[in-house]
């Protein structure tokens, strides 16, 4: 079911001028249950810069066809994390998810993350995704007297817990996780990057605290390493490898 | 059905840097709400990038005094000086106490928060570049907004996220005196409206970029805090200065942070130029933004502009070590190739300005009090941020002073603001306070017009882009302000497609446009107004500072009288508050 692919000559958003536009399908799961049944399909056509985000393909939607679609987005350059959904089955943020890597000669799927309340069209509830990451105290932890000027922190420990800083709580991760959609206790990826942000931070001395809530029956042990989050995070954060670093440190109890 | 009502001491609207740093200090002594359209981590500071200057010394000689003269300076001395050096004072403070709540800065090779140039920061009143700015690599910004909101999560504040504020609640008592009494919010989720009543407001709304097309801003900042209190009948200050920043991805306007310039990075021409040589022959590369977009905007004019079009040109990182790039620039070159296509370490990036910043807002004092007019305090109401016009930042804001801004003067707007609520009463309501903002929701749910949102948008930042960007005259000013006033009578019969409660973002970007028009026309009055170029506001047919006739601030009122809609704008002034620094040329 391919889309026949018309072609004008435009200058294209991203400025580069002679970049011909395409018509694309776009096939989005709906659900507003203030009048839907139950969720369906429904397939729109639209113009599209290849070289332009998918985002812009969804607000053209919105705009120009049909103001009831509803998603949440802000920034719309991938620092904000408003906008993840599930995009050709893989999770992604709408705002870096280009046309052209998305085969778009196929209908481009787009729903929303799995594993939490749908609330409208591509909106879910992200209460629970964000109780878990408070769950992991997910602040600095420092007892004794506080420096007068900076605590000195050295480059090499500053970089040790660099990766996991970059989270933007976009739920990416944790939405595509197959133990999550399963048990919707698990405190999912994202929560143990921010643990992991903490623990291994050099300033912190929360970290027997934390390692104590991760080994809870829904902490890191459910983690069955399928690098899905890994995959899925828009920030390129390592994350499988963050969650084994932290059940590491709770094996040997020792922070390195 | 009745509204619900909820009662604090504080309520503080808006959950970027300057409503949560406001929220961590008001909700240690009162009891506080934070109101955001947002989830808090959603909010824009989190874009920001570059750094947060403050005179630490960490890396090379510097003090708060070089800090403040750079800012007045970089403000063309349209800086209130006052306010200026509290901040810079107050910067060193506001940077350590972040690391103290465990912001995860760069260091230095002594272990220390490292520090690096930026745009107009320079040693000894202009010498030469300083490095000024803390940064955690280039997303200082994203560092900022996660380190309040986890001590805000620490500190158990209350967010009632998703709350869209769309009406202030004024009290006035009979002898004229202003009194904060609350606000009404929209839950987005219900599309129920609430009011919450409190002793104490304040503003941390953002800035409104979307009035521009070409913009750095998130499609979010639609100047809701400003336009509620302009309709309440509350003046704003400067909003003619609106800044561009030099370096936005071309044709797209995503933000890449003058630190890159700070490491080393070069503006040049389709000819290979380094032209800033010519612009600012000191510190080059390094002026602050007006002066640099004016330049990038000059080179293309004359036809020394790069790409198909010539209407771009390029930001040089290649001579740098790939290791620095990606160790201190990681996200800005990210950026490049994701939307551009092109490798930093290897390619010139395609650059051009793009609209960044409001340097104008709501009027504060010194301590984030809200004035209704040249001095007058409205009780109880208070304003920080973006949203705000202290002025710190005069007519061209420095950059890294906005992080600094919304810490320093956030801080002071919680704590004041908490302070006077446990001692004040709670004001009393006016008769069915939900009354204005149920009438506009229900007014724009029920339309049956015929014009689409989108449409006037679209057609309100074009003409904002061509008509009052970097280089504006009378001319342009004045099809601007036509241009506005026919897309007001337009929106007054603009109607929405989703008719529902739950959820309803067509409903939500009806209602950021009423507030982008009415800010766009107080922009375009008051550039046009403006017969002089100073800082941001570059007018072609005044193309110099005329420090007589105008050193002093903007005042912009809603009045009823005339005008279509029964109102009309008048403009008054406000003397700028000058302590050290006479004005003089500015050199770079």
Request: glycine fraction near 8%; proline fraction near 4%; include cysteine.
């Amino acid at each position: 079911m391919s889309t026949a692919v018309q072609e004008h000559v435009e200058t294209s958003a991203s400025g580069q001028a002679g970049v011909p536009l395409m018509t694309i399908t776009v096939r989005i799961r709906r659900y507003n249950p203030e009048v839907d049944a139950a969720p369906h399909w429904v397939d729109y056509q639209v113009t599209a810069d290849p070289t332009a985000r998918i985002l812009d393909s969804l607000h053209k939607i919105k705009w120009e066809q049909d103001g009831s679609l509803t998603f949440r987005r802000s920034c719309a350059h991938g620092v904000c994390g408003s906008d993840a959904m599930r995009i050709n089955g893989k999770n992604r943020l709408a705002c870096k998810a280009l046309v052209k890597d998305l085969n778009p000669g196929k209908p481009i799927t787009v729903e929303p993350i799995q594993g939490l309340p749908v609330l409208k069209d591509l909106v879910v509830d992200m209460e629970p995704f964000f109780q878990a990451y408070r769950d992991v105290k997910p602040f600095l932890i420092a007892h004794g007297n506080e420096p007068t000027r900076e605590r000195i922190q050295s480059q090499k420990d500053r970089d040790r817990f660099d990766d996991t800083t970059k989270c933007i709580l976009c739920a990416a991760c944790t939405t595509s996780c197959p133990v999550f959609w399963a048990d919707g206790q698990y405190f999912g990826p994202a929560a143990i990057v921010n643990a992991h942000r903490f623990i291994f931070d050099s300033r912190d001395d929360g970290a027997n605290e934390r390692l104590e809530i991760l080994n809870d029956r829904e902490g890191v042990w459910r983690c069955r390493t399928t690098f899905n989050c890994t995959e899925a995070c828009p920030r390129g954060i390592q994350i499988t490898q963050a969650i084994a670093e932290v059940k590491r440190a709770l094996i040997t109890r020792r922070v390195i | 059905m009745a509204p619900q009502i909820h009662t604090y001491d504080t309520i503080i609207v808006g959950a970027g840097g300057a409503g949560m740093r406001a929220a961590l200090e008001a909700s240690k002594r009162s009891r506080t709400a934070v109101l955001t359209k947002l989830y808090p981590t959603r909010s824009h500071t989190g874009a920001a990038q570059g750094g947060m200057c403050a005179a630490l010394a960490n890396v090379e000689d510097d003090n708060w005094e070089w800090h403040t003269y750079d800012t007045v300076k970089g403000g063309d001395y349209l800086v209130d000086q006052d306010a200026a050096e509290i901040m810079c004072k107050e910067a060193i403070d506001a940077v350590l106490d972040l690391e103290k709540m465990g912001l995860p800065f760069s260091r230095t090779p002594e272990g220390k928060i490292d520090q690096r140039r930026f745009g107009g920061h320079t040693k000894d009143h202009g010498k030469a570049p300083v490095h000024r700015s803390c940064y955690a690599a280039d997303r200082t910004g994203h560092m900022i907004l996660q380190t309040l909101y986890q001590n805000c999560v620490k500190q158990e504040v209350e967010f009632y996220n998703e709350f869209y504020v769309l009406d202030l609640l004024l009290h006035e008592d009979s002898d004229g005196t202003k009194y904060a009494a609350g606000v009404v919010a929209l839950e987005l989720a219900t599309g129920e409206i609430h009011i919450f009543r409190g002793k104490a407001v304040i503003l941390a709304t953002g800035g409104f970029g979307k009035v521009f097309k070409t913009t750095s801003n998130a499609h979010t900042l639609t100047g809701d805090g400003m336009g509620i209190v302009w309709r309440r009948g509350l003046p704003l200050e400067d909003m003619e200065f609106y800044q561009f920043h030099p370096t936005g991805l071309a044709g797209l306007g995503i933000l890449l942070t003058e630190g890159a310039r700070g490491e080393g990075g070069i503006l040049r021409n389709a000819d290979g130029e380094r032209f800033m040589e010519r612009y600012a022959p000191t510190i080059k590369d390094l002026a602050p933004r007006d002066i640099v977009a004016r330049s990038m905007v000059l080179e293309v004019r004359d036809g020394r502009g790069a790409g198909p079009n010539k209407d771009y040109v390029y930001l040089d990182l290649t001579h740098l070590p790939a290791e620095q790039i990606e160790e201190k620039l990681p996200d800005i070159t990210e950026f490049a190739r994701t939307y551009l296509g092109v490798e930093p370490t290897t390619e010139l990036v395609p650059v051009y300005p793009t609209a960044h910043y409001a340097m104008g807002g709501v009027p504060t004092n010194v301590s984030g009090e809200v004035l209704a007019d040249n001095d007058t305090v409205v009780k109880g109401m208070y304003a920080a941020g973006e949203v705000a016009c202290v002025s710190v930042h005069g007519s061209n804001r420095l950059g890294t002073n906005s992080l600094l801004d919304i810490n320093v003067f956030g801080r002071r707007a919680g704590i004041n603001a908490a302070e006077y609520a446990v001692g004040a009463e709670l004001k009393p309501l006016p008769a069915e306070p939900e009354q204005a903002v149920v009438s506009m929701v229900e007014g724009l749910r029920n339309s049956t017009g015929h014009e689409r949102v989108a449409q006037i948008r679209q057609e309100l930042q074009t003409t904002m882009d061509q008509n009052a960007g970097v280089y504006r005259n009378d001319e342009t000013l004045a099809q601007a302000e036509k241009d506005v006033k026919e897309l007001q009578r337009r929106y007054r019969d603009v109607a929405v497609q989703d008719k529902g409660k739950r959820f309803n973002t067509d409903l939500l970007e009806a209602v950021e446009l009423g507030f982008l028009l009415d800010l766009a026309e107080i922009l375009v009055l008051g550039a046009r107004n403006r017969t002089e170029s100073r800082g941001a506001q570059a007018r072609e047919d005044y193309p110099t500072r005329d420090d007589v006739n105008w050193q002093k601030h903007t005042m912009a009122y809603r009045e009823k009288d005339g005008g279509d809609d029964g109102y009309r704008i008048r403009l008054d002034y406000k003397p700028v508050i000058v302590t050290r620094y006479q004005p003089t040329e500015r050199k770079y």
